[in-house]
């Protein structure tokens, strides 16, 4: 897996002709994305760069406490960014952080201790970026949803206390429906791909010369050390959440009234 | 006495809900009476300590409500909300859950019998049940927990006159039949005449008459 191309600036320059394209598209028909647009080029540029520049000193630095400093970095960032999706359930914060970290350190620990990935930053960095943001996404989405769901299910939860259940057993069918939520984009898209689409790390790795065997196999790789990472993340994400909705005596919360939108 | 009601207030929202109740419910059957929005449903929710008052106390059977072990407080004493809201599957899954977070053995057929349902009914799915038979499936599910008081929220509201006569009459048997009491929230003066023996009249929040039928009514 030796493989590498040089990339230059003016191609990637050339590339932006289709953002022009969808620039042009979202004018033509008022879509008014125009501004997101620009703004998503201009800081996709500067983030990646960034981190780029990132790696490029971890990398050489070859150290572990590196790879740990930015990896909690990216898992402190993807519990803020999954929060705002999460903005129904209370405290969705300190959940979100210890789904995403112990997803993160589960996953790498297990393809470290079964030998499929050596120790070292050049694949701890971009396997560890890979699993925090497919857990963040994960566990947003299953918040998203447990908030929902006990918005709309209140009478029913309720009702459920009122015969002497606990909070985690009134809770047990909409944790379940959001767990599921949060998994099954990943799992759906693991039933299609390669039929529908090509995922990202294997197109990276043909377009590097790879051999496409060994681009099959890393990315199968990761698409499984993927579908656990999001499990564990939605999992613990709602574990935890859900008793954010709920007081010590077994008693629904008031919803906030900012939650309410 | 069955609940003591001291001083208890409550808000919600900002709102003040409940205003400095004070109340003695007897056990029996006791009615809640006043317009909607008068604070009803919440006072009988705190009986229920789905929540909690923000200021004063209640006692039940002697005992501050907070003294006790929510979940046994709640499958001794009883909410039958207004608005059903079973769980998925068959109406005998309903209180087969009941019964066991109670830990009571099952008599499903009479259970039913009691909340005027035929035993055929414990098959049918909850999602294909008419409203009126939510609630009597409501009922049937609190009466899976045999407990000793029951608290009715509104249990008629969204019925026709016959369905009504029909539920006050189970009502009735119930008080009969079991060793049970009934704290009752309506609306309807009527209603709470037909099965109360002593009321509590709420208006804005605020107790405005608390005592035996007639003379909290009047």
Same mark, same amino acid.
């Given at each position: ?261 | ?14 709102? =003040? ?23 009803? @449903? ?18 039940? =059977? ?11 407080? =709640? ?20 209180? @087969? ?12 057929? =009479? ?108």
């Amino acid at each position: 897996m030796s493989t590498s191309i040089h990339v230059s600036l003016g191609q990637v320059a050339a590339a932006l002709v289709l953002v022009v394209v969808a620039a042009a598209i979202s004018r033509w028909r008022r879509a008014d994305l125009e501004q997101d647009i620009a703004i998503a080029t201009v800081r996709s540029f500067v983030q990646l760069t960034a981190i780029g520049y990132a790696i490029k000193l971890i990398f050489e630095a070859d150290t572990i406490w590196l790879v740990l400093a930015l990896l909690s970095v990216m898992v402190v960032f993807g519990a803020i960014t999954a929060r705002g999706r999460a903005k129904r359930v209370p405290d969705a914060f300190w959940p979100l952080l210890i789904a995403l970290a112990v997803a993160g350190g589960a996953t790498l620990g297990l393809v470290v201790a079964l030998g499929i990935f050596d120790p070292t930053p050049r694949y701890l960095v971009p396997v560890g970026g890979m699993v925090i943001g497919n857990a963040m996404t994960a566990s947003a989405v299953a918040l998203n949803r447990l908030g929902d769901e006990v918005a709309d299910s209140r009478a029913r939860i309720e009702a459920t206390l009122s015969l002497g259940a606990t909070a985690r057993e009134a809770a047990a069918p909409i944790v379940r429906r959001a767990l599921r939520s949060g998994t099954i984009a990943l799992v759906d898209s693991t039933k299609t791909t390669g039929l529908i689409f090509f995922p990202g790390t294997m197109v990276g790795m043909l377009l590097a010369g790879a051999d496409p065997t060994d681009a099959v196999r890393l990315q199968l790789i990761l698409l499984y050390s993927l579908l656990g990472s999001v499990a564990i993340a939605a999992l613990i994400a709602t574990t935890l959440a859900y008793r954010n909705f709920f007081t010590p005596a077994q008693q629904l919360r008031e919803p906030d009234a900012d939650a309410l939108g | 006495m069955l609940f003591e009601i001291r001083d208890v207030s409550f808000s919600r929202g900002g709102r =003040r809900v409940l205003d400095a109740i004070e109340a003695g419910v007897p056990a029996g059957a006791a009615a809640i009476v006043g317009p909607s929005g008068s604070g009803k @449903s919440t006072l009988l929710r705190l009986l229920n300590r789905l929540a909690d008052p923000e200021r004063g106390t209640i006692s039940y =059977r002697g005992s501050p409500l907070v003294d006790y072990d929510p979940l046994k407080l =709640r499958r001794e004493v009883a909410l039958v909300p207004q608005l059903p809201a079973l769980l998925e599957g068959t109406v005998r899954s309903n209180l @087969s859950y009941a019964a066991e977070l109670a830990g009571k053995e099952l008599d499903a057929d =009479r259970c039913l019998a009691l909340a005027g349902l035929d035993a055929g009914f414990g098959e049918r799915d909850v999602g294909r049940l008419s409203v009126g038979e939510q609630q009597r499936t409501m009922l049937a599910r609190a009466l899976a927990q045999q407990p000793r008081v029951l608290l009715l929220d509104e249990p008629t509201a969204s019925l026709d006159a016959s369905a009504r006569d029909a539920v006050e009459a189970t009502l009735a048997q119930l008080r009969r039949e079991l060793d049970i009491s009934l704290v009752l929230v309506t609306h309807d003066p009527e209603q709470a005449r037909r099965l109360g023996d002593w009321a509590l009249r709420l208006e804005e929040g605020r107790a405005v008459a608390a005592g035996a039928l007639e003379e909290a009514l009047a």
